[in-house]
């Protein structure tokens, strides 16, 4: 079907009925952003709550494993949903989604220890992985090319206001009643989104052959969770010398170069070839690797030096992530203006350019930092990601006809999800490694006084009768080299996205390809 074709059918399909005023498909879009809204503010709402869970369950050496394994599996799962939808229709494949999302946010709020969290929090990615493409793909079902744009708008507030309220929410939640309501409270928004979507979503569908990559999907599942858990491991459970550490990272890469061949020879497969050999697609990928990298090694560990290391509450710390990711949206609202003007190249790099002076700043908080000063730092990162993000994906859609469209947006959310998994590791073995050797070197006055293990350290702190005022200091000077160690690594990421960019093709022209009937080039 053409566009022409399908905007026809759409407005054909939708017009008003006699004897009713207004769009028949408001009631539509309203759940459909409340179903967005689910996946977007637990998204945010978890940062600043990192501190108290570590403080019930423990595990701060493995707590990025909350962010990296939701984000893992909801990388993975987004192909395959992508699939199923066309061959079982919308409607389904998001019901499904919403309540793996329902059930694991009940898993997630009885979890008793940090094992029992992560897991939970894998099978709550996979219900994201169903929620946010399908509700995008919803929106190109019921809206023209033309109409788009405005409901995009629609959709891209939903994600600045729950950028904005989750993190305080949290820390709020966090403060006031416990940490495991910010994973019960998706229970009422889950039941309302279902019972707007049984009302007002009604589709024919038009079955389609395809080929689900579950080979693909199992394959890298396996080889970036056991990478991810090596580079947690290294420095503080395992000697990165060790014959496990050694074997659990040789593992990994064996997985992964077995995806690399499994797609070559899959009809279908997860990432084309053509994502990965293409300039153009290339550089806009990896500077989203670098992109979710920086974004979420600020979000885990700025809460956390505010919190460990200046002692503020969780409230206070929601704020100081609540402006990172409030810059964002502001600047994507502006970009498009921007890159109409001087192409999508050089916004990118003017974004890289505010982002990259932003993380520089963070380095050098102290461990007597004003809060207002971390929170001015994550405005203009913010600010600077937005003009980064958005013109990476409308540059990647824009240079591939209408067929390819879909598999250049998801691989750029795709690129995203994975440099956030595997980057939030690769931070988080950077601060862990920090940490236990501050820990195992104390001053001899604390000798015997200290706790035996990093995480009975970083539990401790949180109550502080249990612990003397040297002792509790020499703590947080720890968790301030530990963060600090983060923020080196996050400015780190920043360069990469920059060198990423600078790659970009000055201009944007159309990719072409042999035949395109074809699928895998």
């Known amino acids: 079907m053409s566009i022409d074709d399908h905007d026809k059918k759409i407005a054909e399909t939708y017009q008003p009925k006699a004897g009713h005023k207004g769009d028949p498909r408001r009631p539509i879009l309203v759940a459909l952003l409340v179903t967005l809204a689910l996946a977007a503010i637990d998204s945010t709402v978890v940062t600043t709550a990192v501190p108290s869970i570590v403080k019930d369950l ?36 998001l019901y499904t989604g919403i309540l793996i999302f329902l059930v694991s946010s ?37 809206y023209t090319i033309r109409e788009r744009s405005k409901i995009q708008g629609y959709t891209a507030s939903v994600w600045g206001v729950a950028s904005i309220l989750g993190p305080i929410a949290g820390g709020a939640i966090t403060q006031y009643i416990s940490w495991r309501w910010i994973f019960f409270i998706n229970i009422p928004f889950g039941i309302v989104a279902i019972s707007l979507l049984s009302k007002r979503l009604h589709e024919t569908v038009e079955r389609k052959d395809h080929k689900i990559d579950f080979a693909g999907s199992i394959v890298m599942s ?19 010398s060790s014959g496990r550490e050694i074997g659990v990272l040789a593992f990994g890469s064996l997985f992964l170069a077995l995806f690399v061949f499994v797609e070559k020879i899959t009809p279908e497969p997860m990432i084309p070839t053509w994502v990965v050999t293409r ?21 885990a560990y700025v809460p956390t030096w505010a919190e460990g290391v200046r002692g503020v509450s969780p409230i206070a710390a929601g704020l100081t992530v609540a402006t990172l990711l409030f810059g964002w949206p502001i ?19 003017v974004g890289a350019s505010i982002c990259l002076g932003g993380v520089l700043l963070y380095p050098q908080l102290g461990p007597h930092s004003s809060i207002l000063l971390a929170s001015s730092f994550g405005l203009l990162v913010g600010f600077g990601l937005g003009f980064i993000a958005t013109p990476l994906l409308v540059s990647s859609q824009s240079i591939v006809g209408q067929s390819r469209r879909g ?21 988080g073995s950077l601060a862990n490694s920090s940490l236990v050797t501050w820990i195992a070197h104390p001053p001899t ?17 949180e109550n502080n ?37 600078l790659a970009m093709p000055k201009r944007s022209t159309p990719l072409e390809f042999p035949d395109d009937n074809q699928l895998k080039e």
């Open 331 to 349: 600047s994507s609202a502006l970009a498009g203006r921007l890159y109409l003007t001087i192409g999508f190249r050089s916004t990118t790099l």
């Open 445 to 461: 006055d604390l000798l015997g006084h200290l706790p035996n293990s990093v995480n009975s350290a970083v539990s401790l702190l």
């Open 279 to 299: 300039r153009p697609m290339l550089a806009a990928n990896i500077a989203n690797l670098a992109l979710g990298a920086v974004q979420f090694g600020l979000t």
């Open 407 to 427: 598999v250049a947006t998801a691989s750029n959310l795709f690129a995203r999800a994975v440099g956030s998994a595997v980057g939030i590791a690769v931070i």
């Open 465 to 501: 009768n249990h612990l003397a005022a040297p002792t509790q200091t020499f703590i947080r000077l720890g968790l301030f080299h530990a963060t600090h160690a983060a923020f080196i690594a996050v400015v780190a990421a920043t360069i990469l996205t920059f060198c990423a960019l």
């Open 106 to 142: 009940v898993l997630c709020g009885i979890a008793q220890n940090m094992p029992q969290l992560i897991a939970a929090r894998a099978l709550q990615g996979l219900g994201a992985g169903a929620i946010v493409p399908i509700v995008q793909t919803v929106v190109g079902d019921i």
């Open 58 to 93: 423990g595990g701060f050496t493995i707590f990025p494993w909350i962010f990296s394994i939701y984000l893992l599996t909801q990388a993975v799962s987004v192909p395959i949903y992508g699939r199923m939808a066309d061959l079982y229709g919308r409607r389904p494949i």
């Open 222 to 240: 396996i080889g970036l969770s056991a990478l991810i858990f090596g580079l947690l491991q290294g420095g503080t459970g395992w000697a990165w």
